[in-house]
């Protein structure tokens, strides 16, 4: 089992949907979780971290973590073209390590 | 803030020579930064986590003898492949912590594309 699972996609959403992201993690020692996304030929860029049950918002970005789930999530609302890329969720654990997934693709059709 | 540049952002070399990339925190300091590869369209692959002042602790499979990690200052780690080859090709990606954070999140330079010829 990877410790880090997304699904790869793509994801196709129309614009102005919501785009709704998944992760699952296999170390119940994991502290904080992030999202990055990459477009093609980039690097990653943080788009928000959360380490508390529960929802957190930025701008049209809502992380969200259920610890007893394992599950942590990223929704975009009102989703733009220029929201298409790569989404990679990452862990960071008690024992010092990050961890990314493989990302999952994500296109939002105009 | 939080930003993070990588010098050079392209380079061509030819097989046998090595490489420094340069890793730098601009406007934090970073006592943890690490270094990936990143081969088209596959995921990230870590491979050593380098700490101010003391040495790198290498992926398993990374060659440390081949890719010399140096983290001389709070603010510049640099990555040096030495004689490289073909199959050193890739996308390397520095990422750094800033000190402090309680929650480690990673801020990523802008990678360097190494084609050995």
């Known amino acids: 089992q990877k410790e880090v699972e997304q699904n790869s996609g793509p994801l196709s959403v129309p614009e102005g949907a919501i785009a709704s992201l998944n992760c699952t993690y296999s170390?119940?020692?994991?502290?904080?979780f992030f999202w990055y996304r990459q477009y093609s030929g980039k690097s990653p860029e943080l788009i928000m971290f959360i380490y508390s049950n529960g929802d957190k918002e930025d701008g049209r970005f809502t992380a969200q973590l259920n610890k007893a789930s394992q599950y942590v999530s990223l929704l975009i609302r009102d989703s733009q073209p220029s929201d298409s890329a790569t989404y990679l969720c990452a862990i960071h654990t008690n024992a010092g390590k990050s961890t990314f997934g493989d990302g999952t693709t994500l296109t939002v059709k105009p | 803030g939080a930003v993070v540049s990588q010098h050079p952002s392209r380079v061509i070399c030819k097989s046998g020579t090595s490489v420094k990339i340069e890793c730098r925190s601009l406007?934090?300091?970073?006592?943890?930064m690490f270094w990936y590869r990143q081969f088209p369209k596959k995921s990230l692959m870590l491979m050593a986590t380098s700490n101010e002042g003391s040495k790198a602790t290498y992926e398993q499979g990374v060659e440390k003898d081949k890719f010399l990690i140096n983290h001389a200052s709070l603010t510049l780690s640099t990555l040096t492949v030495t004689s490289a080859h073909p199959e050193d090709s890739s996308f390397y990606i520095c990422?750094?912590?800033?000190?402090?954070?309680?929650?480690?999140?990673?801020?990523f330079g802008p990678g360097t594309r190494l084609t050995v010829t």
């Open positions: 406007d934090f300091q970073a006592t943890t």
């Open positions: 170390d119940r020692g994991s502290q904080s």
């Open positions: 990422s750094a912590i800033p000190a402090g954070t309680t929650a480690y999140e990673q801020y």
